[in-house]
């Protein structure tokens, strides 16, 4: 149902008669967005009392890509940004105008989709780094020892969805982390997750499973949501998930089994408080829960589990608890499974690729 406006407002209103390629249709979508100053969740509840489906994770990869959403998101969109029936009737006429004329310029695409793939692959590669720095000073227990070489090179934080669900690096994000690390466009987007430089810079530790995971403590870049932990305890999980109950703090998810490191045991698992969440380091050992990102939003709060195939051609069992908004679009911080052995990453779900750590696959718990 349309919101009053006035005249002056309603002027300023983006309207679609202008697109005339895919990119600048979904440009327009953004600047709707923008606009009617709505997050995901009130357009998707706003859609929903308008009778329509608008799922935040659907919206939130469709304003991240340049191609034609469906016609049916269109709808729904435009009615959740308070559109009357006419403006709703522009918006669709604009999307079916540019699909029927098929004006995607293929040399204008082809080159704008690579420098948008390169900078995904540059996340991700950060993230791999930081990720690697972390699992290094994990599995690492001798100068003696063998350690096995990066499989490729690591990926770099990723950059985090912004918070208004727009891309960019990272996209109108509030935080992001990995690689697949991925920024985030707040503190986190100038901070990734784990700092490579400063993770090199000191030595691997050469301590007692005691030591592996440091208490968990409050990012100083990000507050910790205000939602209150859960008092309760939390179902138990189905075979290859675990839920990990943390006195006075929020449960975290974590993949199972656990990869097996010269510590021990040791998970990269999910904590969720609410609509946040934050990557980390759990040692059922010690059982504690070193957080290796700052608190980022909550996309999808269900798990991800499925064949995903990695960016160096191996396709395997992928598990991760909860989609977050990166700056590249969705992530899930996951565990792939194959052949007895197991290895941390992040999926980025707008390339479908699992982009692996660069500490290679790891003997898993029996």
């Keep these: 149902m349309a919101e009053a406006t006035t005249p002056s407002v309603e ?4 309207d679609p008669a202008n697109a ?3 990119a600048d249709f979904v440009e327009g979508m953004r600047s709707l967005k923008r606009w009617v100053g709505c997050g995901y969740r009130q357009l998707e509840k706003r859609a929903s009392a308008a009778g329509k489906a608008l799922p935040r994770s659907t919206l939130t990869v469709a304003l991240a890509r340049d191609t034609l959403p ?14 009357d029936e006419d403006q709703v009737a522009g918006w669709v006429a604009a999307r079916r105008r540019i699909a029927a004329a098929g004006t995607i310029d293929i040399p204008a695409v082809a080159g704008v989709a690579p420098r948008r793939r390169a900078r995904v692959v540059i996340a991700l590669v950060t993230l791999a780094v930081a990720i690697a720095t972390v699992v290094y000073a994990v599995t690492a227990s001798s100068p ?9 090179a690591a990926p770099p934080a990723t950059p985090g969805l912004d918070q208004t669900g727009t891309p960019s690096p990272v996209p109108d994000s509030s935080t992001a982390t990995p690689s697949v690390p991925m920024t985030t466009t707040t503190s986190a987007d100038q901070n990734p997750v784990i700092p490579a430089a400063a993770a090199a810079s000191s030595p691997p530790p050469q301590q007692s499973p005691a030591k592996l995971v440091p208490k968990a403590t409050p990012p100083t870049q990000t507050a910790l949501p205000t939602q209150t932990p859960p008092t309760q305890t939390t179902p138990p999980a189905p075979r290859g998930r675990e839920t990990v109950e943390l006195p006075g703090e929020a449960p975290i998810h974590c993949p199972t089994p656990y990869l097996v490191t010269a510590y021990g045991p040791v998970a990269q698992c999910t904590q ?17 829960f070193g957080p290796t990102s700052d608190w980022l939003s909550v996309v999808d709060p269900n798990w991800f589990d499925g064949s995903m195939q990695a960016t160096d051609g191996v396709r395997a069992d992928s598990r991760g608890h909860a989609t977050i908004a990166t700056s590249y679009g969705p992530g899930v911080w996951a565990t792939q499974y194959r052949d007895g052995k197991a290895r941390w990453g992040v ?3 707008m390339t479908n690729e699992f982009h692996p750590a660069s500490q290679g696959w790891q003997p898993i718990a029996s």
Excluded: K, W
Aim: hydrophobic share 30%.
């Design 70 to 83: 469906r016609e049916d998101l269109v709808v729904a969109f435009a009615l959740a940004c308070g559109c």
């Design 144 to 152: 003696s020892e063998p350690h096995s070489a990066p499989d490729q």
């Design 272 to 288: 969720r408080s609410g609509d946040n969440a934050r990557i980390g380091y759990y040692s059922p050992i010690t059982r504690e």
């Design 20 to 22: 005339a390629t895919p």
């Design 347 to 349: 999926i980025n779900l």
């Design 11 to 14: 002027a300023s209103r983006p």
